[in-house]
């Protein structure tokens, strides 16, 4: 059982170049999220999904794109990198919140630096 | 304002002394969460609260919903117990999450 798996852990990027961070996860949960960490902000929701198919954006969304096709896998995808996108990446899923009070469980994240 | 205030920010605190760790809030929440991030930067989750008081060992949570606010408190705290206590909420009708910035605890030996 291995929880929530980020890849990649460190990644450094060119302005405009493209990547995906993938984000999987082996409890069958409903929901998963992807969060961005920058100094001083805290934790700030990019993009979330509620089950395979369903995508809905969160406070920062911005410049990322996801997609839900199978209930494990949850990538976030950064079309054109900008200098503004350096933080540190976190995926985090549980089951759909609001029912039976659920706790996330997050990746290790992904430390990515927009040069 | 923020919808999340945390406080303090940084804290320091000698082996053994008892800590409090605040958080408020301005929006309707189904739950709040505490969580602790390690230095490495590892998160997990410590309490989920929707009401009252929960306790885990050494670790008490309490929520006042009529005052939006609350306290993570640490017991005979240890060095061990340095990292950052992140507060964060989902707020009512929403699968959205919201957080607090943080308080980083150092525990002196």
């Known amino acids: 059982n291995a929880g929530v798996t980020q890849t990649p852990k460190f990644q450094v990027l060119k302005t405009g170049q493209s990547m995906t961070l993938q984000c999987a996860q082996d409890m069958n949960h409903e929901y998963m999220s992807w969060y961005r960490q920058d100094p001083g902000m805290g934790l700030r929701l990019i993009h979330y999904?509620?089950?395979?198919?369903?995508?809905d954006q969160g406070e920062v969304p911005n410049g990322y794109n996801v997609s839900r096709s199978t209930t494990e896998d949850f990538p976030l995808r950064l079309l054109s990198a900008a200098p503004s996108q350096t933080s540190v990446y976190f995926c985090?899923?549980?089951?759909?919140?609001?029912?039976?009070?659920?706790?996330?469980?997050f990746g290790n994240g992904t430390r990515l630096t927009v040069t | 304002k923020n919808e999340v205030e945390q406080s303090p920010q940084n804290l320091t605190a000698q082996e053994g002394e008892f800590i409090t760790i605040n958080c408020s809030y301005s929006v309707g929440i189904s739950a709040l969460h505490w969580l602790q991030q390690h230095p490495g930067g590892g998160i997990v989750s410590l309490f989920m609260?929707?009401?009252g008081k929960k306790k885990h060992g050494r670790l008490i949570a309490t929520i006042n919903i009529q005052e939006k606010h609350s306290s993570l408190h640490i017991t005979a705290s240890h060095p061990r117990d340095s990292a950052v206590y992140i507060c964060h909420l989902l707020i009512s009708g929403t699968y959205k999450y919201i957080f607090g910035t943080g308080t980083r605890l150092k525990v002196l030996a």
């Open positions: 999904s509620v089950g395979a198919g369903i995508t």
């Open positions: 609260l929707s009401s």
């Open positions: 985090a899923s549980s089951y759909l919140p609001g029912q039976g009070m659920s706790p996330l469980h």
